[in-house]
């Protein structure tokens, strides 16, 4: 696997995620799912549990770790656009988890760390 930093920010993270989620047994419902209210990075399925994940990248320290920087408004505008595609897709009945996967990138490749159930409560 080439570990080196992505040409397009965001894709190879999104795709270490991806393959990581999918080695921990999840399926991906969908990738970069966007409404008026927000974004959504991936989502997933964890048995009868739909994941809303975000993923978030960091070259450097300089600005904080990758998963300092999911913020309480980032984290509002992720559990808004969650209740558009779950209503969307038919799965406002389904329990939901939200999900981070930090990747932060050192001079050996990226650093995976994927916190489940992020956003506590939601």
């Not at 999911?70 to 779950?86: D, E, G, H, Q």
Request: some cysteine; charged content about 30%.
């Amino acid at each position: 696997m080439d570990t080196s930093r992505p040409s397009r920010p965001g894709q190879s993270g999104e795709d270490l995620a991806c393959a990581h989620l999918q080695a921990s047994g999840l399926s991906i419902l969908a990738r970069n799912y966007r409404c008026r209210r927000g974004e959504i990075d991936v989502v997933a399925r964890d048995g009868s549990t739909v994941v809303f994940v975000e993923v978030k990248e960091r070259s450097s320290t300089s600005h904080g770790t990758a998963i300092e920087a999911v913020t309480a408004t980032k984290r509002r505008r992720i559990l808004l656009a969650a209740r558009f595609f779950a209503a969307r897709e038919g799965l406002s009945e389904s329990p939901a988890r939200f999900d981070v996967i930090a990747i932060d990138w050192g001079p050996d490749g990226p650093r995976l760390r994927h916190e489940k159930d992020a956003f506590g409560d939601g």
